[in-house]
């Protein structure tokens, strides 16, 4: 093969992570992509970010600012080479290669949640990338809490989810972990009470109930709820009345609901018990 061949090869593999002869290989980075996710990036961890792509002929002059100011290595590319790179209709002109996605220890995140007051969601298979996408921004945006997902049966933290959280996960502590019941015990020993939600017979309505804290909260699946080992852990079952049609919120909608009321009890009593 000419040289100019391999040239060719080399600058395929370096903008798309893959050679031309389809053969993929394994990734150490990410893609972030999306004018607020990159810009939210630049201005909260930049130094994650390895270098950006922009359209042709796009103009984005606070982007590019932001982009000057970090000193963060940018490229022009035509359209075609971006899709590549990320096939999809939400691109925005904008995709950042950034290092792969760090989660926190679960044992560091739950100390320092206590000593922060945060309440920590205890995800259970949530497989939605949409839906955790959503969980982690509207966790940012009411401020105070912190997940644990866990690894098996449940979605992690891809680029479909970081597009989705647009920016959420730069303020966010995020743990995945083999076993959320293990988690929930350490959470419970350092005095954490555990509301779950729930549908049944003997839960309390959400907006009526006495949050204590330190607080954790387990949200379900959608299908099936939250697994019955967990159940077990909770001390408080917890429900969102509907007075409309027989339907249901899915788990990202339930979980705004519920981190709304645990917003609003923990601005009120200051974080604490009663």
């Given at each position: ?7 060719r090869?080399f600058i395929?593999y370096?903008i798309?992570g ?7 290989m394994?990734?150490n980075?990410m893609?972030?992509y ?9 201005q ?7 270098q950006?792509?922009?359209r ?5 002059p606070?982007?590019e600012?932001?982009i000057?100011?970090a000193?963060i290595r940018?490229e022009?590319i035509?359209a075609?080479s ?6 999809q209709k ?19 995140l739950i100390d320092t ?12 298979r949530?497989n939605?990338p ?7 921004r ?5 401020g ?6 866990p ?6 933290v891809n680029e479909?989810v970081?597009?989705?959280a647009s ?5 966010v ?5 083999n076993?959320?019941?293990p988690?929930?015990?350490e959470?419970k020993k350092l005095?954490?009470?555990i ?8 839960a ?6 006495s949050?204590p ?16 080992g967990?159940?077990?852990r909770?001390d408080?079952r917890a429900?969102?009345?509907m007075g409309?049609?027989?339907l249901?919120f899915?788990v ?6 519920f ?5 609003k009890q923990?601005?009120?009593t200051g974080?604490?018990?009663?």
């Amino acid at each position: 093969m000419s040289n100019l061949g391999w040239r060719r090869k080399f600058i395929v593999y370096h903008i798309i992570g893959k050679w031309d002869t389809g053969f993929v290989m394994a990734k150490n980075y990410m893609y972030l992509y999306g004018r607020n996710s990159v810009l939210e990036r630049i201005q909260t961890r930049p130094e994650t970010i390895r270098q950006i792509y922009l359209r042709e002929e796009l103009s984005l002059p606070r982007l590019e600012k932001a982009i000057d100011r970090a000193a963060i290595r940018c490229e022009r590319i035509d359209a075609s080479s971006l899709d590549k790179m990320r096939p999809q209709k939400d691109l925005q002109g904008v995709v950042a290669k950034v290092d792969k996605f760090a989660y926190t220890p679960s044992d560091q995140l739950i100390d320092t949640a206590l000593q922060e007051a945060r309440t920590i969601l205890f995800l259970d298979r949530v497989n939605d990338p949409h839906n955790l996408g959503v969980i982690i921004r509207l966790s940012a945006c009411f401020g105070g809490f912190s997940l644990i997902i866990p690894t098996r049966e449940a979605c992690q933290v891809n680029e479909t989810v970081l597009h989705v959280a647009s920016g959420g996960e730069n303020y966010v502590p995020i743990a995945s972990v083999n076993n959320l019941a293990p988690a929930i015990d350490e959470a419970k020993k350092l005095g954490y009470w555990i509301v779950g939600a729930v549908v049944d017979e003997d839960a309390e309505d959400i907006a009526k109930v006495s949050l204590p804290f330190p607080l954790g909260v387990v949200m379900g699946s959608e299908g099936t709820g939250i697994r019955k080992g967990l159940q077990k852990r909770l001390d408080i079952r917890a429900y969102i009345p509907m007075g409309g049609a027989p339907l249901s919120f899915n788990v990202s909608m339930a979980c705004a609901i519920f981190c709304h009321e645990i917003a609003k009890q923990k601005s009120a009593t200051g974080g604490t018990d009663g």
